[in-house]
Nanobody, 117 residues
Framework: QVQLVESGGGLVQAGGSLRLTCAASTRTFFKYQMGWFRQAPGKERAFVASITWSGAITYNTNSVKGRFTISRDNAKNTVSLQMSSLKPEDTARYYC??????????WGQGTQVTVSS
């Protein structure tokens, strides 16, 4: 069982930055692929970015590439999402997830990001 706790959300003006962090409670964090997802009101949850155990990164290129950066620290059992040049359409609840295989089996409770125009 893996517990994930997100932090770092908040209210920011358009053009601003936020850094989200997800802390994982597992001794084998290094073996999990980690992902960030977001869900805006009235919309389905959407993939944002992921990073494998070896550091291979994938972004949702349509919406965040060039503005968001995912990283992980296996020594601290954390994965982060640095968000810059934020837009009002980035407003959503952001979730951290862990995959041991092909599907994301573990999810955090999420952290709210609100971008004002």
């Amino acid at each position: 069982q893996v517990q994930l706790v997100e932090s770092g959300g908040g209210l920011v003006q358009a053009g601003g930055s936020l850094r989200l962090t997800c802390a994982a409670s597992t001794r084998t964090f290094f073996k999990y692929q980690m992902g960030w997802f977001r869900q805006a009101p009235g919309k389905e949850r959407a993939f944002v970015a992921s990073i494998t155990w070896s550091g291979a990164i994938t972004y949702n290129t349509n919406s965040v590439k060039g503005r968001f950066t995912i990283s992980r620290d296996n020594a601290k059992n954390t994965v982060s999402l640095q968000m810059s040049s934020l837009k009002p359409e980035d407003t959503a609840r952001y979730y951290c997830a862990a995959a041991d295989g092909t599907s994301y089996d573990y999810w955090g409770q999420g952290t709210q990001v609100t971008v004002s125009s």
